[in-house]
């Protein structure tokens, strides 16, 4: 019941503001509400505002007791979403597979998968030394453990 009434809720709130997209939701023990936003631009204290609101001023304390807490995915969270990707193209990117671990730049993005690109050091094909290679990757995202944006200042 609380389930579906604060899913609809946070559906009507992120209607009014289509530029947010929801990537968590869950109702804990003691009906602790937890919703994690982001947006195509960012989220900003006010988006959460307004989505507290609209969940909050809605719901009855009276009917229900519970807690809530709308945040937004942070800096170092994992990108999970295709939006996600898209609004980080041109960022580079700390990647894990099954297979590797590696720092790339996110070039491009379709709904199946994601394009990145790094130079990497390798062996010289013929004698001693190394030589830097231009790599590319094509993963899709049922592929990709994990993947966050490096942040850098």
Known sequence: MLYEEVKRLIEEALEENPS?????????????????????????????????????H????DEQDFSLEVTSAGAASPLELPRQFKKNIGRKLSVKTQEQQFEAKLEEVTDEEVTLRWKAREPKPVGKGKVTVNKEAVLKYADIVEAKVMITF
């Open 20 to 56: 947010l997209f929801l990537i968590q939701f869950e109702i804990k023990e003691d009906n602790q509400i937890l919703v994690v936003i982001d947006g195509d631009q960012g989220v900003s204290v006010n988006d959460c505002i307004a989505v507290s609101r609209k969940i909050e």
């Open 58 to 61: 809605n719901l009855d304390r």
